[in-house]
């Protein structure tokens, strides 16, 4: 696709097209970014049938509350109480830490396994987003369920209410360990929990608040800890110091649920959350004047997240003609979407967990409480040439069947490409070496 | 013991014989001139000034750094740390008030040799105690309240850039963030891997000069990987005889790596290295030692290796940190998060000796300690001293320390 037919493409799209129709374009945009990058011949078609609000009601509507594969079946199991490891010999204990450590891959390839079947590829990449935003990581937490609880907690709450999945995160085990919250006591605070759930997780780094309140903050989180017998929350009014905190600005005796409740009146809450999803599904530069008010809506909505989306997907500026392309693929996108439209060429689930942990996004072992930088960061003088590692192999075939799109070499092109590529193909390019040449395209990375 | 006791017991015990030209008898404060101590410059041909090296370290999560260069001889540390101030048999005194953990030894020889400059009380005005926002800080060399984007090295070569033809304006070694060789005014390489270099030379040649951001990263990290590793493949890193064994930790890898391309002359000016896991928040005793000790003995390696073959005058070694950890002990056998700490060059040019002063235990604000040296003095030795450029954009001097 040449740029002069991407323009006259673009004016057809203005000019000609009747009105309501969904063109290819914009189709493949919003699957693209909502999903992994980029997005099936089928999915694309399917969107084009409607008008553009009932295509965005469409891709929000498909997103599932849980998931479509079943997990591992030893998930459900507790960890041995305090009591329990103590009974064990050191061999026994030594071996109980080998066979949690070992169940880390299995989880990993779980998740991985229901992104590449997901019917809905936005419930994943909002499963990844608030895992990015409210990092645990399992290395720390160490017990797979735990961490598998919070992959259920994000989708259960993925396109929820943002109030309740912060209150759910907040008491999950997988968060009260990796912050050390279970160790957060009376006399003894350990001040993790609350610096980050300020700095990261509501208000934004330096964002209303002081290291003072750091302080009186993990004071009123203190007792919060975990039920060994049920693997859930439970509160220790022995460890709870109930004295009186001084908090944003405000006196009172203070829980930690208080604390929950008086950040989630400061407005900038709705502003931060709005600005990092922008970031995520629209573009680097969140536009102020947008995200005041979808931030003003948001926060009215008492932090409903699905009028948030919609209102995110729908503004100018991620429907621009000049969008599509802007931003980089994440490693998940790259595996994920290129092995959904193209086919799996023989990569076992541990391959696929391999590509993209030397890729640079491990998930469940992101790589600090800040989560993956993304955007640029993704591509460095290392992980570009694994990029290439990963699309030969997807464009070679291996054993197995890659499926070629349907359609004309034009239409691999629109279907493969955001943006026209770098190094047009030559015409005359066999099939199987245009994809080539189109996989290895910088353009192929971009969404 | 009491207090009078300890210091009496302190005071009597033997200074470790260094030579007495090095001894920096009176520390500088704050930007003061610093006492340079008189130790014999080795001497050395005038390089190039591409032809230099700075090795830059970063201790990511925060060292604790009253638990690295030890105030051993003052009684406050030991009440300050109850169970983690370090026995006297655990430290190895360099003067009168301060000394290494005894893990550092490995980089003994190079501070008797006055080879190892410890800078003192490096920190900044208005300290963040966040990890993220404080080495975003120290990346940029950016105020405590000022936004940057570029890391300071971009910032730096924005003045004079290395040559087209060298390898990469910058090498980041291992799986760490590039930080400070961030930015548009350098090429920087990620190389944790030497075997994708040759995926990396084969990738297409591409025209340059994109207007869409993203697609002109891709294209340009695409032509900065086919020519870094076009250029580092022809030094055949893998048959550069180094005759040292390197540890087999990420670390020492990493400076195994630092000395193959420096050894085989690729021409790279700065080359990034870290050592993760400092934020010792809890489990220190066991951590900070681990961490302690993987530092001396990479560095330890690397040094052997780059003096044994002719290099050493061209390195500058710079250890870094977001922040250092909290004088007083916390209940989790751990240190929470800091202000100031001790940072280290080292090189074949560098003056040895101590520059700046000891942050006193019993003048804290907020209870941490006072910085005594800004940070960007590190970074104006490196700039001025090191490579002779201006730096305008560094306000602070440089510490003295390069002959």
């Known amino acids: 696709m040449s740029k002069t037919r991407v323009v006259s493409f673009l004016a057809a799209l203005i000019f000609a097209l009747p009105a309501g129709a969904?063109?290819?374009?914009?189709?493949?945009?919003?699957?693209?970014?909502?999903?992994?990058?980029?997005?099936?011949?089928?999915?694309?078609?399917?969107?084009?049938?409607?008008?553009?609000?009932?295509?965005?009601?469409?891709?929000?509507?498909?997103?599932?509350?849980?998931?479509?594969?079943?997990?591992?079946?030893?998930?459900?199991?507790?960890?041995?109480?305090?009591?329990?490891?103590?009974?064990?010999?050191?061999?026994?204990?030594?071996?109980?830490?080998?066979?949690?450590?070992?169940?880390?891959?299995?989880?990993?390839?779980?998740?991985?396994?229901?992104?590449?079947?997901?019917?809905?590829?936005?419930?994943?990449?909002?499963?990844?987003?608030?895992?990015?935003?409210?990092?645990?990581?399992?290395?720390?937490?160490?017990?797979?369920?735990?961490?598998?609880?919070?992959?259920?907690?994000?989708?259960?709450?993925?396109?929820?209410?943002?109030?309740?999945?912060?209150?759910?995160?907040?008491?999950?085990?997988?968060?009260?360990?990796?912050?050390?919250?279970?160790?957060?006591?009376?006399?003894?605070?350990?001040?993790?929990?609350?610096?980050?759930?300020?700095?990261?997780?509501?208000?934004?780094?330096?964002?209303?608040?002081?290291?003072?309140?750091?302080?009186?903050?993990?004071?009123?989180?203190?007792?919060?800890?975990?039920?060994?017998?049920?693997?859930?929350?439970?509160?220790?009014?022995?460890?709870?110091?109930?004295?009186?905190?001084?908090?944003?600005?405000?006196?009172?005796?203070?829980?930690?649920?208080?604390?929950?409740?008086?950040?989630?009146?400061?407005?900038?809450?709705?502003?931060?959350?709005?600005?990092?999803?922008?970031?995520?599904?629209?573009?680097?530069?969140?536009?102020?004047?947008?995200?005041?008010?979808?931030?003003?809506?948001?926060?009215?909505?008492?932090?409903?997240?699905?009028?948030?989306?919609?209102?995110?997907?729908?503004?100018?500026?991620?429907?621009?003609?000049?969008?599509?392309?802007?931003?980089?693929?994440?490693?998940?996108?790259?595996?994920?979407?290129?092995?959904?439209?193209?086919?799996?060429?023989?990569?076992?689930?541990?391959?696929?967990?391999?590509?993209?942990?030397?890729?640079?996004?491990?998930?469940?072992?992101?790589?600090?409480?800040?989560?993956?930088?993304?955007?640029?960061?993704?591509?460095?003088?290392?992980?570009?040439?694994?990029?290439?590692?990963?699309?030969?192999?997807?464009?070679?075939?291996?054993?197995?069947?890659?499926?070629?799109?349907?359609?004309?070499?034009?239409?691999?092109?629109?279907?493969?490409?955001?943006?026209?590529?770098?190094?047009?193909?030559?015409?005359?390019?066999?099939?199987?070496?245009?994809?080539?040449?189109?996989?290895?395209?910088?353009?192929?990375?971009?969404? | 013991m009491n207090r009078r006791q300890f210091l009496r017991r302190a005071a009597g015990l033997p200074l470790l014989m260094l030579p007495a030209a090095c001894r920096s008898t009176e520390a500088m404060r704050f930007s003061d001139v610093p006492i340079v101590p008189a130790c014999q410059a080795p001497t050395f041909e005038d390089t190039e000034r591409w032809n230099k090296v700075l090795v830059l370290v970063e201790l990511a999560g925060g060292n604790d750094g009253l638990n690295t260069v030890v105030p051993y001889s003052d009684a406050n540390y030991h009440d300050l740390r109850p169970t983690k101030a370090l026995a006297r048999e655990n430290v190895i005194q360099l003067d009168e008030r301060l000394g290494f953990n005894s893990l550092l030894e490995p980089l003994l020889p190079l501070w008797k040799s006055c080879q190892m400059a410890v800078a003192l009380g490096v920190g900044y005005p208005g300290p963040n105690f966040s990890h993220f926002r404080s080495i975003d800080i120290w990346d940029t060399a950016s105020g405590s309240n000022e936004f940057l984007s570029e890391g300071w090295i971009s910032r730096l070569f924005a003045e004079a850039r290395p040559p087209a033809e060298f390898a990469a304006d910058a090498v980041v070694l291992g799986r760490n963030a590039i930080g400070p060789v961030k930015g548009k005014n350098i090429r920087t390489a990620v190389l944790n891997n030497p075997n994708l270099l040759k995926v990396a030379k084969r990738m297409r040649k591409l025209p340059m000069a994109e207007e869409n951001p993203a697609l002109a990263h891709l294209t340009g990290v695409q032509t900065d990987a086919r020519h870094a590793a076009r250029v580092i493949l022809e030094k055949h890193l893998e048959d550069v005889e180094l005759g040292t064994e390197f540890p087999e930790d990420a670390f020492g890898q990493q400076m195994e790596i630092a000395s193959r391309l420096i050894v085989s002359s690729s021409p790279v000016p700065v080359i990034k290295t870290a050592i993760k896991g400092f934020d010792t928040h809890a489990g220190q005793s066991v951590d900070h030692p681990e961490l302690l000790a993987s530092l001396a003995n990479g560095l330890a390696a690397f040094v052997q290796t780059v003096k044994a073959k002719g290099h050493w005058d061209r390195v500058l070694v710079m250890t870094y940190s977001e922040f250092g950890r909290r004088p007083k002990e916390n209940d989790s056998d751990g240190t929470d998060h800091g202000t100031s700490a001790p940072h280290f060059l080292m090189g074949g040019r560098v003056r040895g000796g101590f520059y700046g002063e000891q942050p006193p235990l019993d003048d804290l604000v907020a209870r941490n300690l006072k910085h005594r040296l800004h940070f960007r003095s590190l970074y104006a030795t490196a700039a001025r001293e090191w490579w002779g450029l201006k730096a305008d954009f560094i306000k602070e001097k440089g510490l003295g320390c390069i002959a």
């Open chain 1, 22 to 447: 969904v063109p290819f374009e914009e189709a493949r945009h919003l699957l693209a970014r909502t999903g992994f990058g980029i997005a099936r011949a089928a999915e694309v078609a399917a969107l084009q049938q409607l008008d553009y609000e009932a295509a965005v009601d469409r891709v929000l509507g498909g997103v599932r509350t849980q998931p479509a594969t079943s997990p591992p079946p030893w998930i459900d199991e507790l960890p041995p109480t305090s009591k329990e490891m103590k009974a064990m010999t050191a061999a026994q204990r030594v071996e109980f830490n080998k066979a949690t450590r070992t169940r880390w891959q299995p989880l990993k390839q779980w998740w991985a396994g229901e992104m590449l079947a997901t019917p809905s590829p936005l419930t994943e990449h909002l499963v990844v987003f608030w895992h990015n935003h409210f990092v645990s990581e399992v290395k720390k937490v160490k017990w797979a369920g735990y961490m598998y609880g919070q992959n259920a907690l994000f989708r259960h709450h993925a396109l929820g209410n943002f109030a309740t999945l912060l209150r759910g995160m907040a008491k999950g085990p997988a968060m009260l360990i990796y912050l050390d919250g279970r160790t957060n006591r009376k006399g003894r605070p350990n001040e993790n929990f609350a610096r980050e759930i300020m700095e990261l997780f509501t208000l934004g780094e330096g964002r209303g608040y002081s290291e003072d309140d750091i302080v009186e903050a993990a004071r009123a989180f203190t007792g919060w800890s975990i039920n060994p017998a049920k693997g859930t929350f439970v509160f220790d009014p022995k460890r709870h110091d109930d004295g009186t905190k001084s908090f944003l600005g405000r006196q009172g005796r203070f829980s930690g649920d208080d604390v929950i409740d008086i950040l989630l009146e400061e407005p900038r809450v709705a502003e931060f959350i709005t600005e990092k999803l922008w970031r995520e599904f629209v573009s680097a530069e969140p536009e102020p004047g947008q995200v005041s008010r979808l931030a003003a809506a948001f926060r009215n909505s008492g932090y409903e997240l699905r009028p948030l989306m919609k209102g995110l997907l729908t503004t100018p500026q991620f429907r621009a003609a000049d969008n599509p392309g802007t931003m980089i693929k994440s490693p998940v996108d790259l595996v994920v979407g290129t092995l959904r439209v193209l086919g799996n060429p023989g990569l076992e689930p541990r391959n696929v967990t391999s590509f993209q942990r030397r890729l640079g996004q491990d998930l469940f072992q992101p790589p600090n409480v800040k989560g993956w930088p993304g955007g640029e960061a993704w591509v460095t003088t290392n992980t570009l040439p694994l990029r290439h590692q990963f699309l030969n192999r997807v464009a070679r075939g291996g054993t197995m069947n890659v499926a070629m799109p349907d359609g004309g070499d034009e239409d691999l092109m629109e279907l493969l490409l955001a943006v026209a590529p770098v190094t047009p193909p030559e015409e005359t390019a066999r099939s199987r070496q245009r994809l080539a040449l189109l996989l290895l395209d910088p353009s192929f990375q971009l969404k």
